[in-house]
């Protein structure tokens, strides 16, 4: 389904660009639910926004369900996008909606209908286990809760991929547990997963195939 294929990529910068990939190929099957790894700056993020077409690889091809990303115009990219869920680490509720508001405006933003904003939204917050959230305001919530939400406004459109950087990031073991098994529930509905991570105990708890970035792109200086 995801092929990176020969991909390079340097940052521009004034000083001498950093390499972040030199040659890096890799395959991610239809379903699969693939952990990313790699040290703090390995290029995690960047692989994510590549994969969202937000940065273009220096050198190299992705090729999403038989599409080279390339050949996708300008034009085409929200279309593209629709398919993809996103729990990015700077994500943020809407702080003065209420849960059920905070997914039906996902739902209208990607042009979905208010008529079935109340079905999607009942079945995700069920399928999650977090009905019982649906009144509250993100400021009435902890962290691991509002993380939860974030993850099920990332679904709401049933996306065929979903990609999620850093999503343990500031949680504590137990909120991180939960996180990984909304995450497995998630995957059962055949939404292609990958998680980057830099916690490799996190990794490790997803049990899942591993795409090691600090292994991969040998050729960067550490
Ligand atoms: N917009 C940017 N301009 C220049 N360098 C960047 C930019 N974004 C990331 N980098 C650099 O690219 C490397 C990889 O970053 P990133 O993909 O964010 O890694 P990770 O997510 O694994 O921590 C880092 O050295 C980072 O400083
Ligand atoms: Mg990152």
Do not use: W
Request: charged share 25%; proline share 4%.
């Amino acid at each position: 389904m995801i092929t990176f294929s020969h991909i390079s990529h340097s940052y521009e910068d004034e000083d001498g660009a950093p390499v972040v990939y030199d040659d890096f190929s890799a395959e991610i099957a239809d379903d699969e639910f693939v952990v990313l790894t790699g040290a703090s700056g390995s290029g995690k993020t960047t692989l994510l926004k590549m994969l969202l077409k937000e940065i273009e690889p220096t050198s190299g091809d992705i090729i999403v369900d038989g599409v080279n990303l390339r050949s996708i115009p300008r034009r085409r990219i929200p279309f593209y996008r629709r398919d993809i869920g996103v729990l990015f680490q700077d994500f943020r509720l809407i702080p003065d909606v209420n849960v059920y508001d905070n997914l039906a405006a996902a739902i209208l933003a990607t042009g979905g209908s208010g008529r079935d904003a109340e079905t999607k939204i009942t079945h995700v917050l069920t399928m999650l286990g977090i009905d019982h959230l649906h009144k509250r305001y993100p400021r009435q919530m902890s962290g691991g809760e509002q993380q939860k939400v974030c993850l099920a406004r990332a679904v709401i459109n049933h996306p065929k991929l979903l990609l999620v950087d850093e999503p343990t990031g500031n949680l504590d073991p137990v909120s991180t547990a939960e996180i990984l098994r909304l995450l497995d529930i998630i995957h059962r509905q055949k939404i292609t997963i990958i998680m980057a991570t830099h916690d490799l105990s996190a990794a490790e708890a997803a049990h899942r195939r591993r795409i090691d970035l600090d292994e991969l792109t040998g050729s960067r200086e550490k």
